[in-house]
Nanobody
Framework: QVQLVESGGRLVQAGGSLRVSCAASGRTFSSYGMGWFRQAPGKEREFVAAISWNGGSIYYADSVKGRFTISRDNAKNTVYLQMISLKPEDTAVYYC????????????????WGKGTLVTVSS
């Protein structure tokens, strides 16, 4: 199976910026839509952003639109989430995900998950 490993999560002050990364194993990385979800304690996992294999289709949750940017480097088997203007409500474990781009917004339709990286935004 595909393995996804997130990195880059840390404590950051409100208004700050952070980039988290997801390294994927296997040579089929480019065939998957890739995305990010997040989950705060006691809350359901929610969709954040997704990108198709060629970057031609990109989707963002309304809560992060204009602040977060998803990108991928297929040669490096890596997907990134650049976050700016961070808010305390962005605090969550951020999970990398792989699946069909058409259904990337639904947690139950994700094929592969990373273990997550914690992003904490202080006020």
């Amino acid at each position: 199976q595909v393995q996804l490993v997130e990195s880059g999560g840390r404590l950051v002050q409100a208004g700050g910026s952070l980039r988290v990364s997801c390294a994927a194993s296997g040579r089929t990385f480019s065939s998957y839509g890739m995305g990010w979800f997040r989950q705060a304690p006691g809350k359901e996992r929610e969709f954040v952003a997704a990108i198709s294999w060629n970057g031609g289709s990109i989707y963002y949750a309304d809560s992060v639109k204009g602040r977060f940017t998803i990108s991928r480097d297929n040669a490096k088997n890596t997907v990134y989430l650049q976050m700016i203007s961070l808010k305390p409500e962005d605090t969550a474990v951020y999970y990398c995900a792989a699946g069909r781009i058409a259904t990337m917004y639904r947690s139950r339709d994700i094929d592969y998950w990373g273990k997550g990286t914690l992003v904490t935004v202080s006020s």
